[in-house]
């Protein structure tokens, strides 16, 4: 199973479905959950569609903020449990480990409000004792280290989502890559990074996925990068080679797989060496006879005269293509009155005019404020500031 989850911060712009598109058709996650989606349900059918997902869970946006939607592969491949503007909560199934929840999750933004997401999360964990998966932003941290830059995380609300964790059984998966998911402000002093999109767990669930690894997709039009959860054993065959179980800590894991693949390669060599030393004359032999058998002995002119090496064969080569790479004239116009037109005069009159100062506006206004610095390293935010 795979998973992928994405604080988008509205999709009613083009490069952020293409940019959706683009992680779905490089991850090919089993699940996508995405909050603060600030559309409705019309519009994220066209984006499921588009996405090319079967099933499908939608809590739409609230005036402008808001609106989650959680979507799936095939669509008998889970089972809606419940939702809320916070949650959306689901049953499904995977080959092996039998059923299990998986919950996408969006924290309340406001910190004055925190305490009702911590109470909806101990609330959900006494719905079902199904091993449990919560993904998503949740808008908390476990320890100062979550953040970098800026004033120090108010304490109440690092002990508060710490006890709702303990309270709801979970615990916060490590992830691998950038630590951080969320920034502002980038480049300047005012920069500031946060994690605060993760995945929680209970005892069961990892147990049945104990080779788990989650991973910070980075780089997004978003301040936030999407996460991707991945439950797969990418090293499942490297340390079972050659049928046997690699056991020990993971640097002498390593140590072993190249042990053992050093002596599978130096066997391949001797038998490689083997059978070479007994047709070794074999392949001499047919060498031989294959250049024989490719020599050119003569060819024909256009005349119809033949030539062999001993009497002009080597200069009618040397004629030909000398011939073949010569430039020669010829009647472009023939060519392009053949090539239909496709782009109007209007167009081409259109495309060509003298950018004017509203286009560049426009253009800027549609940008992320803190991202794309310019050569001379100041951000659209800034450009925008002066009064252009």
Known sequence: ?????????????????????????????????????????????????????????????????????????????????????????IETKSFGVGSWRFMGFHGEPNRSNRRKTWDLLRNLSRDSNLPWCVMGDLNNIVSQSDKRGGVPYPTWLVEGFNETLVDSGLVDMHIMGHQFTWERSRGTTNWIETRLDRVLTNERWNNLFSRSKLYNLEGSPSDHNPIYLDTRSNFATAWHLGGREVTGNFSGRIKKCKAELTNLRNKTDQLWLQAGDKNTRYFHVAASERRRSNAIQKLQNTEGEWFEWNSGLGELIANYFERLFSATEANWEEVVDKVLTTITAAHNEYLTREISVEEVKFALFQMHPDKAPGPDGMTPGFFRNTGL
């Not at 959680?70 to 809320?84: I, R």
Request: hydrophobic share 40%; aromatic share 10%; net charge negative.
């Open 1 to 89: 199973m795979t998973a992928l989850s994405w604080n988008c911060q509205g999709l009613g712009l083009p490069w952020k479905i293409q940019f959706l598109k683009n992680d779905v058709q490089q991850h090919e996650p089993s699940f996508v959950f995405l909050c603060e989606t600030l559309c409705g349900k019309v519009r994220m059918e066209k984006i499921q569609r588009e996405l090319n997902y079967e099933g499908m869970v939608v809590v739409e946006a609230q005036g402008k903020s808001g609106g989650m939607a959680l979507l799936w592969k095939q669509e008998n491949q889970a089972t809606l449990l419940s939702f809320s503007n916070y949650h959306i909560d």
